[in-house]
């Protein structure tokens, strides 16, 4: 939707409550009082076939009585009624449509809902929810929302786009007592019509809007989603806490990279690709988005912790490893910043100790030091409550310490642990928007949130490598699917998904097929020794899972004792390989995001030990060669102790022709090598067993 239309739901000129109650415990009623208490100063009209007056305010007794047009309208009927007052609604009335009614989609009664949306279109609405809270928007300092405190949503710089009602009420009340200030809340509900992707880009213009959290249950409209992500994050910050770590919602896949590739991967790989930071807690949702609306960007990355405690500075240097936060450790610099305002007693190494003696009065010299040093970047500040520490006065150097590094763009965040004393002083900082909490890791975690920020903003888009396929190419791929499903395949032949595999250029080891012992026996004297037999079934993905490969055959003997034994009637005799590194690379059709590669440490362990990398396709040969870089394995193809460097350009050049292979075929689901075998540095790599799974259809 065109981003002008936007502002008519985010600053509506009018708004109506459609079912407003005359009940004060009705959800109706509490939605006018909340409107009225905020202060909204734009035109308000109530709707209920009663008539009267509520809130003094006259009740129209239908939405057509009403004579002007309505930017924003609220229904909050019984379901069953709200199809009813949808068809009454004349077409161009109203421009946005909130349904806070529940008992849709959300209660297995979709249809209806289907059917509002439909209507809904033809009559110019768009439609936010069902199953909603409403919406809050300071600009228009609107307050269309019903629960307990809600009036008292603080104005700022943050912007909520929450799936959940439920939790929308709980991050209203979050934000209260955490003194975040907002720009604005919506909440989703069913996402009917409306959905996160259609918000964006009116918050990534919105100069009151300085950070974005976004809370997820389900994805709809993935490719648009993460295109709109991208173009917000590039504008400010966007942290994204989704729910469901679980991949039990994810599509039920027959290869490994299907049932890898589950729900949560795929969108948190996507979500960062598009420049999102992902949260783990809602807790720590909340930190990162109140920190990242006001922080200023980092000169770069050299972090300096500052404590009077040991303890608490060690446990926050762990926090720091733990979210890759750098500590700063030129030993002689810090020496010549901190020497003069350190006791000999102290500590010169990061952490800086200034020990449990240090008076507020210290600290003030100490973060002196840190503001106007060149070679520090950032500074986390830790105070732990002690006998000789004023509280107050600390807070003091704490509030202003902030305002001055916020001048020098320079980012701080602070902790403070302490008792009841320390936590006055820490509520009445976060009134003034000090970023401080009372726990060294939150702090620590926060800093991390803006690095992720702006190292992603740092990667240049770099345009895709585009693989061509040729007519022969793509004639020979159809033949081979269109064999397949008349034959009711949806796996394709080992020998038919190394042809594939062959045709992009990928290099496979020798091999024959075979359906006896003596063609067996020929075709190991054919391919040379030693070989490896390998089963062949259509209904067989995971060869190994089934005892269906056998390596290492030495000798024909072998081959037929083999053979005979195993009674597989067809099978494949390939070139035994050795000395590659294995990996695991793939492509598949994701239904959120398209076509998704994949790639991670192969073989047999490849579900074991789950060290994969996913990326939205298309990507460019430098992307897909950081994509590798990403992996905890990534040591065995740099090269680790002394070892050879692999030839990781061919990898990420394979990973390429996966991906064209699914953009250009769309009745192929999934292509899948595991293991390829990963040569020395401009040696290549070969596929040793491919996998190509077909839709059904």
Avoid at 575 to 580: E, L, N, P, T, V
Wanted: net charge positive.
């Amino acid at each position: 939707m065109p981003q002008t239309e936007m502002h008519y739901l985010f600053e509506p000129r009018s708004v109506a409550v459609i079912g407003v109650s005359h009940d004060p415990s009705k959800v109706g009623y509490k939605i006018v009082n909340s409107i009225l208490a905020g202060g909204y100063k734009g035109k308000v009209f109530l709707v209920n076939p009663k008539g009267g007056k509520i809130c003094g305010l006259p009740v129209y007794k239908s939405i057509a009585e009403i004579k002007e047009k309505i930017d924003f309208a609220l229904i909050s009927v019984p379901a069953k009624s709200v199809l009813e007052i949808v068809t009454e609604c004349p077409t161009g009335k109203i421009k946005f449509l909130s349904i806070v009614s529940s008992g849709f989609s959300e209660a297995g009664n979709s249809e209806e809902e289907g059917k509002i949306v439909c209507l809904a279109r033809k009559k110019g609405m768009r439609i936010l929810g069902p199953n909603v809270f409403g919406l809050y928007s300071a600009k228009a300092s609107l307050n269309a929302t019903f629960g307990g405190k809600v009036t008292k949503a603080k104005a700022g710089s943050l912007a909520i786009i929450s799936q959940s009602g439920a939790l929308g009420i709980a991050l209203m009340g979050k934000t209260e007592t955490e003194k975040v200030g907002l720009s604005s809340i919506v909440f989703e509900g069913n996402k009917a019509d409306l959905n996160e992707k259609d918000f964006l880009p009116y918050l990534a213009s919105d100069r009151g809007t300085k950070a974005v959290f976004i809370y997820l249950e389900g994805v709809k409209d993935g490719k648009q989603l993460a295109e709109n992500i991208k173009k917000t994050a590039a504008e400010k910050p966007v942290v994204i806490l989704r729910a469901g770590s679980s991949a039990k919602g994810a599509e039920a896949a027959i290869s490994h990279t299907g049932s890898l590739a589950g729900e949560t991967k795929i969108f948190s790989a996507v979500m960062r690709q598009s420049g999102a930071v992902l949260a783990e807690s809602l807790q720590q949702a909340i930190n990162w988005s109140k920190f990242l609306a006001s922080a200023p960007a980092p000169k770069g990355e050299n972090t300096v912790i500052i404590t009077n405690g040991g303890g608490i500075g060690i446990l926050a240097a762990d926090a720091c490893e733990k979210y890759q936060v750098n500590l700063y450790e030129d030993k002689s610099c810090l020496k010549r910043i901190f020497s003069s305002v350190v006791p000999a007693f102290g500590s010169l190494k990061n952490p800086i100790d200034i020990t449990g003696q240090a008076t507020a009065q210290d600290y003030q010299k100490v973060l002196e030091k840190a503001l106007f040093s060149h070679e520090i970047h950032a500074v986390i500040c830790l105070g732990c409550e002690t006998a000789v520490l004023d509280s107050r006065a600390l807070s003091v150097v704490f509030r202003d310490s902030y305002k001055k590094f916020k001048e020098a763009r320079k980012p701080i965040v602070f902790a403070f642990i302490g008792g009841q004393g320390v936590k006055k002083h820490l509520l009445s900082l976060k009134e003034k928007n000090v970023p401080i909490f009372n726990e060294g890791a939150e702090a620590v975690s926060c800093l991390a949130g803006l690095y992720r920020h702006y190292r992603q903003q740092k990667r240049k888009t770099e345009k895709p490598r585009t693989v061509f396929f040729n007519e022969a190419v793509t004639k020979k791929v159809e033949e081979i699917i269109k064999k397949a499903r008349i034959e009711k395949r949806h796996l394709l032949y080992s020998s038919e998904a190394g042809e594939i595999a062959e045709m992009m250029g990928i290099n496979l080891p020798e091999s024959q097929v075979a359906f006896s012992k003596e063609e067996a026996v020929k075709a190991a004297g054919k391919v040379g020794f030693p070989v490896v037999m390998k089963i062949i079934d259509k209904d067989i993905v995971h060869k190994t899972e089934v005892g269906g490969v056998v390596l290492d055959l030495r000798n024909e003997q072998e081959v037929a004792e083999v053979y005979g034994q195993k009674r597989w009637g067809q099978v494949e005799i390939a070139a035994m390989i050795k000395g590659g590194i294995e990996m695991i690379v793939g492509a598949k059709k994701d239904r959120d995001f398209g076509t998704i590669v994949m790639a991670g440490l192969g073989g047999i362990y490849a579900e074991v030990l789950k060290d994969f990398t996913f990326k939205a396709f298309p990507i460019s040969q430098n992307e897909a060669e950081k994509m590798l870089a990403e992996l905890k394995s990534f040591p065995l193809l740099s090269g680790v102790r002394g070892e050879k460097e692999r030839d990781i350009a061919k990898v990420a050049e394979i990973i390429l022709k996966l991906g064209a292979v699914i953009e250009n075929f769309p009745a192929i689901a999934e292509i899948e090598i595991n293991p390829l075998a990963v040569f020395a540095k401009e040696e290549g790599a070969k596929a040793l067993d491919v996998r190509v799974v077909i839709n059904k259809g």
